[in-house]
């Protein structure tokens, strides 16, 4: 075995491309900062590393992460310091000058299902976030197998049915915000549902539903494709929903690429993975999809340069406004980036 450890640089180098169409101008919006001790923070540094490898990135969307919340005060509003935490580090990309990729809107979290409180807390997010805050990420991600996960979900189960949290997100729509969600393919069915019942809020759909392939869901990945299809058409006809395409390389979706003495190339990524980008472009169209590098969680899978070369491989017959709705013009528009 190598003493290369996966995610980490040297790992990473030891797959290079050449970077296809390095001058189309991306947003990449969903992305996460935090600070960690022993060498593990993701920062303004590491993301300007991983957006200025090749590709263009002119802007990004930061997605919450439960990164810096505030540590004393009302507990519902702790998480206004994961926002002054990124705030205050997309001031400092707005000065990064020509090549330097801009942090040009974050999506925070609030608890939805706080009732009378919650305006509360959107109105602290509004002022900490300096112009930026666009939107609200309360993950609805829930799976009884959570020992099994990397990444577990800590959403209570039947989140979605709720009617405060349903209330939560009418308060949303109230206020021009929009609603990121993460949870589980199982779950693509109660979010469907909730999309219906809550129409005028726009919701955009994280990481495909997160197809499971660990622990109990390892040896069924045709049986969860095939379900996952037609989750994924319902899903499409609710027209207040925008799709985001990646988030499947991480651990949890069983593809063992961190696994590995070797990451993958773009190559390996598209013969894996192309079947699902392709089935949701086709349900929600490009103006309704959005390419995401997920990172830095995808990071323990594949580099920055690799992930998007293979999107760019995966569309490469597309037209050209089909291109720029899938790496530029759909998150702009969605999240009112300008």
């Known amino acids: 075995m190598t003493n290369k450890t996966p995610g980490t640089p040297e790992w990473l180098a030891q797959v290079v491309e050449e970077i296809v169409e390095p001058e189309r101008?991306?947003?990449?919006?969903?992305?996460?900062?935090?600070?960690?001790?022993?060498?593990?923070?993701y920062l303004l540094k590491d993301l300007w590393a991983d957006?200025?490898?090749?590709?263009r990135i002119v802007k990004t969307v930061f997605i919450e992460c439960h990164a810096s919340y505030r540590t004393e005060g009302p507990e519902h509003l702790r998480p206004i310091g994961e926002t002054e935490f990124v705030a205050g580090i997309a001031a400092e990309s707005a000065k990064g000058g020509k090549g330097r990729a801009e942090i040009s809107a974050i999506v925070a979290h609030a608890d939805l299902t706080l009732g009378h409180q919650l305006e509360e807390v959107l109105q602290a997010h509004e002022e900490a976030g300096q112009g930026l805050f666009k939107g609200i990420r309360h993950a609805g991600a829930s799976d009884k197998n959570k020992?099994?996960?990397?990444?577990?979900?800590?959403?209570?189960?039947?989140?979605?049915?709720?009617?405060?949290?349903?209330?939560?997100?009418k308060v949303l729509a109230r206020r021009g915000l929009t609603y990121d969600t993460w949870h589980y393919h199982h779950q693509?069915?109660?979010?469907?549902?909730?999309?219906?019942?809550?129409?005028?809020?726009?919701?955009?759909?994280d990481h495909f539903g997160t197809p499971l392939g660990v622990?109990?869901?390892?040896?069924?990945?045709?049986?969860?494709?095939?379900?996952?299809?037609?989750d994924i058409a319902e899903i499409a006809k609710c027209e207040n929903v925008f799709a985001k395409l990646g988030g499947l390389a991480m651990p949890d979706n069983g593809f063992g690429w961190h696994?590995?003495?070797?990451?993958?190339?773009?190559a390996e990524f598209i013969e894996a993975q192309k079947r699902y980008y392709m089935h949701t472009i086709e349900c929600f169209g490009p103006k309704r999809c959005m390419f995401e590098s997920?990172?830095?969680?995808?990071?323990?899978?594949?580099?920055?340069?690799?992930?998007?070369?293979?999107?760019?491989?995966?569309?490469?017959?597309?037209?050209?406004?089909?291109?720029?709705?899938?790496?530029?013009?759909?998150?702009?528009?969605?999240?009112?980036l300008g």
């Open 259 to 266: 696994t590995r003495e070797i990451p993958p190339s773009s």
């Open 51 to 55: 957006t200025g490898s090749g590709h």
């Open 215 to 230: 622990g109990p869901y390892r040896d069924k990945r045709e049986e969860i494709f095939a379900q996952w299809k037609k």
């Open 294 to 336: 997920n990172f830095p969680v995808d990071k323990f899978s594949l580099s920055y340069p690799v992930v998007w070369n293979a999107f760019k491989k995966l569309v490469a017959d597309f037209s050209e406004d089909e291109k720029e709705a899938l790496f530029r013009g759909t998150a702009t528009q969605v999240y009112r």
């Open 25 to 41: 101008p991306i947003v990449d919006p969903h992305h996460h900062l935090w600070e960690r001790p022993g060498g593990r923070s």
């Open 188 to 205: 693509n069915p109660a979010f469907a549902e909730l999309a219906r019942a809550v129409p005028e809020t726009r919701m955009i759909l």
């Open 147 to 169: 020992e099994v996960f990397f990444i577990p979900g800590r959403a209570p189960e039947h989140l979605y049915q709720r009617e405060d949290f349903r209330q939560g997100l």
